[in-house]
């Protein structure tokens, strides 16, 4: 059946447009990130200054007291209200009120369990099953750490004390946590939480706020992801090529859509579909079971919005066979029913990691996910 040019074009020029969406929303979250780390370096610089002004203020005080233009203050301090105690040079200034005693004293001597913190914001955000586990686990080990679970008594030094215990701990495997494992799981957990204890007057601080681990030097240009080479995709596809189900389309599938593991493995069958003599693969979010033999639900989540997409079947796909694997499936299935969905309903999960390994093992690794068939399609696009 011949192709319609104009309606691959406009496929194509629709794909384009949803990479650039994408593109921009990480822009416009790094600059969030950047925003939030030069906030928080004014308000250190803030604390700084206060504080060098404590000595000062206890010197005029003392001196004052010598002067005769002192006399008019120390005649107001006598007329106060009994119950407000006068500041005097050896009076003790004010504690500050980020310290976990003074936090305890506003929130009225109340404890906030973090857990409590958790648990409300897991209920208003309802997140994936799977952030809910991982950053269960993170805030648990936080618990484990400050040996409390009361996040009204937690302080900066608290949050601070806790990332470089990450920083320095060792795991099982006997490596360290990555600075973005840190960052994006560990201290994003925390700090999210407490925004939501903030936002819900909970709390009277977020202690997490700008707290963050360095990159190190030339770590960035390194774990930045780059497309496959021309040479490396080649020999990626000639791998899945002796393989059968999964092992060899979706990697296929991958390298000529430019569609991430997840949103493939997760496909149905009826997501492969045809308008106007265009084949095109239809992803998008869903509820749909599989009818073959998943008792569970599989449910499609994607990245963000700009990641629904139809993206058209490249001929070289179809010359391949794909469109002949298609038609020997359950129409109602899924389309890769060789990959068996984890404990979250998820197909990706098991295809990742082996494509992963097989990846290293050929010399192809870009960085720590399965993404450069996605970068080298944006790249030749």
């Known amino acids: 059946m011949p192709i319609d040019p104009e309606k691959l074009a406009a496929l194509s020029r ?15 979250a790094a600059l969030k990130e950047r925003h939030d780390s030069e906030l928080q370096a004014i308000k250190g610089k803030f604390r700084s200054g206060i ?21 008019g203050l120390l005649e107001a ?9 006068p500041l005097t040079a050896s009076s003790p200034l004010p504690e500050a009120s980020h310290t976990p005693e003074r936090k305890l004293a506003a929130r009225g001597g109340r404890r906030v369990p973090l857990m409590d913190l958790f648990d409300g914001w897991a209920l208003e955000k309802k997140p994936r099953a799977k952030t809910i586990d991982d950053w269960r686990r993170c805030v648990e080990k936080f618990i484990a750490f400050l040996g409390h679970d009361d996040a009204a008594r937690v302080s900066r030094g608290d949050a601070v004390r806790w990332k470089d215990e990450l920083v320095r701990k060792e795991q099982p495997s006997g490596k360290r946590l990555s600075p973005g494992t840190i960052n994006e799981k560990y201290l994003a957990s925390l700090r999210t939480i407490s925004a939501y204890g903030l936002l819900n007057e909970k709390l009277t601080e977020n202690p997490f706020l700008g707290v963050k681990v360095l990159t190190p030097r030339g770590m960035k240009d390194r774990n ?9 995709a080649s020999l990626l596809l000639r791998e899945a090529r002796a393989q059968s189900g999964w092992r060899k389309w979706i990697p296929f599938v991958c390298a000529y859509t430019g569609a991430r593991v997840e949103e493939v493995a997760g496909a149905m069958v009826a997501d492969v579909q045809c308008e106007d003599g265009v084949h095109f693969i239809d992803l998008r979010e869903s509820e749909e079971s599989d009818e073959v033999g998943g008792k569970r639900a599989i449910v499609r989540e994607l990245k963000n919005t700009a990641s629904i997409r139809r993206v058209p079947l490249h001929p070289a796909l179809v010359d391949e066979g794909f ?59």
Request: net charge positive; aromatic share 6%; glycine share 8%.
């Open 51 to 71: 504080e060098a002004l404590r000595p000062k203020l206890h010197g005029y005080l003392d001196s004052a007291r010598t002067e005769d233009r002192a006399d």
């Open 323 to 381: 469109l002949a694997y298609v038609g020997n499936l359950a129409p109602k299935g899924a389309l890769f029913p060789d990959a068996k969905p984890d404990k979250y309903g998820k197909r990706g999960a098991g295809p990742s990691k082996v494509l992963g390994r097989r990846i290293r093992q050929l010399g192809c690794w870009r960085a720590v996910r399965i993404d450069p068939p996605k970068r080298q399609v944006r790249t030749e696009i």
């Open 14 to 28: 629709e794909a384009k447009l949803k990479l650039e969406l994408s593109a921009r929303d990480e822009e416009i």
């Open 77 to 85: 301090i006598k007329t106060l209200p009994a119950h407000v105690a």
């Open 224 to 232: 930045k992801w780059k497309p496959f080479d021309d040479a490396e």
